[in-house]
């Protein structure tokens, strides 16, 4: 494909718009709005039923009853983590192979939230038997099977969503919103960052110490791309999302710099993707230092906002209205607002960070009555009532497979940009 058929299509597909809008529209007229009758039961299996799996067991075992959902069946190879998902589900299937799993009768859709190296097989084979798909972000560990799957999803027609919820959380809907407007102006640069302070590791049984790469797989590059997979996938997505736009090249630099312990992915990494229009999209993540925790700011010419902190500023705030006689007086005089006589200054001031608390983005975010008290609506409910619903409707997202695939696609070249200390471009097979 020439630059210029790379332009187009990326000026009449991605930047079209659909793409980005649906989430907020789906917010809108799925979650919102009051439905006259009682939705079609789905019903859903997890394959993986480890600590994320049994989280999305959770979600789905709280929407049950609301959403008409049920959770029929749960698949893994690992025994301690199948006791565990039963105490959450005493009465639903267990299966040992995913295969045997897809011959269910009935059965509409699949939740994958195996490791990262394992998310392609059960996903494509699912699709290949007419079984709707939520698979775990990030897509896969390769670039060759992050297309399979998108293959199979374009081919089929069945639904595959991928585990993004920034992309039903209302903040960051109501973020976008702010950014598409225009009202914080031309963004040019965002700047993300995700710290933790724990080693990663989970204990492996002192009697199996064969389990360790099984059961600490995030720690090892047969199975994971570690801080890019597992944490800046998310970050990487809504930079597109903001941007409307796919990055140009990225470049990367990454260290196992404190945790030397024998795992193989970088616990400290560092990248810049770069847009055509210019922008910059600064990203570093680490796992020995958490004072920062995580954010992703998008900065305007108008004003910034930190989505994660659920803030907006303004690069010249609204000035308050003053209040009347007396009490205004004495507020001025505590702020000097008549001025000092200055001694002496020095030639240049440091330009330190404005001193601002900023305004809600998303000002009230109250839960409906029936949801669960332990979620608070960051998106991961809301996605799981998507996927059921896209099923129902026997048809994905418009534009969010497309979204969450090639923030998959930059995760991995991200890491391709760390290995090789070069700068790295996306091939244009792998354009969807």
Known sequence: MSELSRRNFLKNGLLAGTVMLSPAALLNTKLSAQTGGKKEKVRLAVVGAGSRGQYLMQCVLALQEHENMELVAICDVYEPSIQSALLLAPGVKVFRDYRALLEMKDLDGIIVATPLHEHAAPTIDALNNGIHVFCEKAMALTLEDTYAMAEAHLRTGNVLQIGHQRLFDPRFLKGMNYVHSGEIGKVTQMRAFWHRHNNWRRPVPSDQPELERFINWRLYRDYSLGLMTEL?????????????????????????????????????????????????????????????????????????????????????????????GIVQLIQDLESNVFGKIPLGSSSWEPELAIQERGYPILANNPRPDWWPAWEWRDGSLEQVIGFADAIREGKAIPGMFEQCYYGSIWTILGQMAIDSGQAVTMPDKYLI
Not at 270 to 293: P, V, W
């Open 232 to 324: 800046a996938s998310h970050h990487i997505q809504v930079a597109n999302w903001v941007k409307k736009a796919l990055p140009k090249v990225v470049r990367g630099a990454g260290s196992i710099s404190y945790w030397k312990d024998g795992r193989e992915v970088e616990d400290n990494v560092a990248l810049i993707y770069s847009y055509e229009d210019g922008t910059q999209f600064i990203y570093d993540s680490m796992i020995q230092n958490r004072k920062y925790g995580l954010e992703i700011q998008v900065l305007g010419d108008k004003g910034t906002l930190e989505l994660e902190n659920n803030r907006k500023f303004y690069e010249e705030p609204p000035v308050p209205p003053k209040p009347p």
